[in-house]
């Protein structure tokens, strides 16, 4: 009978508590300024032992000390960094992640832009030194930016006193931690979960989102409850890099221009090509993802010169690279000699380094596609030319 009236006991504390934590933000200015989590805390420590309440407190399960912590240096060896290094680049990532999205919350409510490097510098320095001390590792969170830039928080002094203040409170009122009864902490572990949650926009994104994302969204919420985060985070990310590249592939084409002889036709911008020149055009980065479409070029029997306008083209990997090599064994297979034309920074920084421009030729690269078009008639006029001097 003791136990249940403790157990009931504690469960009026909690309930109460968490009234405190809904309820409190809805009084106007003063919910506004004062948070209501330090108003749970007070109310649950006067409420135990005004009605004599059998309920633990922190108190009663810890031992609680005051003073700052003493330093400890980690032992680390390398068993310890084998079976911590996938936690630590989750943890990592995560707290990366958390951290440029509250700097994101930030900025849109004050109209501003933040330096993301300081911001992750800055966290892993934080972290390194928080380690130091027994800490855990800490991320900027987007409910205290909130709260902060409410309260009129507009410079990183804002964050500097909101590291001060539970510094004061661990050195001068840890004695009076040990009073909080711990159903108004899971009262507030209750609210802090809720908020995180971000059920809102879980339902929105299932609606909204496309059918990959909303897989992936299901199977990292289900791996997080069945295994771990770092399980889950895994695999989500994996899957998301295959559906990033899915994606980008698809957005790369490699297309072919058409031939227009219609004199009474209303596009009047088209470039006139010899019969003998053959131009495709490639938009969209070139890796192993789309290597397959450059197999989709194709020349005639009649084609002497084929141009490759690459201005569509931000990048270029080796699987890329090989793909162009190929091509390239294929035109002179066939006696075509190929173009290249608005090749950009990285793809030409790509084929000087595998030696293709070498192999393609200097000259054959052009700055845009009228050059290379004018280029491609000064050399069929150069083999008109010889073929004229051959036969006289």
């Not at 911001?119 to 934080?126: H, R």
């Not at 004695?175 to 909080?180: G, H, K, Q, T």
Request: neutral net charge; hydrophobic residues 50%.
């Amino acid at each position: 009978m003791g136990k249940l009236a403790s157990g009931r006991q504690a469960l009026v504390v909690g309930a109460v508590c968490l009234a405190v934590l809904f309820l409190w933000p809805r009084l106007g200015a003063m919910g506004a300024k004062v948070p209501s989590s330090l108003v749970a805390v007070i109310v649950g420590m006067i409420m135990v032992p005004l009605f004599g309440m059998n309920v633990s407190t922190i108190g009663d399960l810890y031992t609680i000390n005051a003073g700052l912590p003493e330093l400890h240096v980690p032992q680390l060896s390398i068993d310890l960094l084998r079976d911590q290094l996938p936690n630590g680049i989750t943890i990592a990532i995560l707290a990366a992640i958390e951290s440029l999205l509250s700097c994101v919350v930030a900025d849109s409510m004050i109209s501003s832009h933040h330096r993301c490097n300081m911001e992750l510098v800055a966290q892993g320095v934080g972290n390194l030194g928080s380690v130091l001390f027994g800490g855990i590792p800490a991320t900027g969170a987007i409910a205290r930016t909130a709260a902060n830039v409410k309260s009129g928080g507009r410079t990183p002094v804002a964050g500097m006193v909101h590291a001060l203040v539970p510094l004061a409170v661990l050195v001068f009122l840890m004695p009076y931690a040990a009073l909080i009864p711990m159903p108004t902490i899971a009262a507030i572990l209750l609210q802090v979960a809720y908020n995180m949650s971000g059920w809102r926009n879980f339902a929105h994104l299932c609606h909204t989102a496309s059918r990959g994302a909303v897989a992936t969204l299901l199977l990292t919420f289900t791996l997080t409850i069945v295994f771990d985060l770092v399980t889950a985070i895994a695999v989500g990310m994996l899957i998301t890099v295959v559906l990033f590249m899915k994606m980008v592939s698809e957005e790369t084409e490699v297309k072919g221009w058409k031939y227009y002889c219609d004199a009474d036709s209303e596009v009047t911008h088209l470039r006139e090509l010899p019969k003998s020149v053959r131009v495709y055009e490639i938009n969209g980065p070139m890796f192993f993802g789309m290597t397959d479409r450059i197999t989709d070029i194709s020349v005639k029997e009649f084609t002497k010169y084929l141009i490759i306008r690459m201005r569509g083209v931000p990048s270029l990997d080796s699987s890329g690279m090989n793909a162009l090599e190929n091509l390239y064994d294929y035109c002179k297979e066939n006696g075509v000699k190929l173009i290249f034309s608005h090749a950009n920074e990285h793809p030409i920084k790509t084929m000087r380094r595998a030696g293709f421009v070498d192999l393609v030729g200097e000259e054959h690269f052009r700055p845009n596609i009228d050059d290379a078009i004018a280029h491609a008639r000064e050399l069929l006029a150069a083999e008109e030319a010889s073929k004229s001097v051959k036969a006289a």
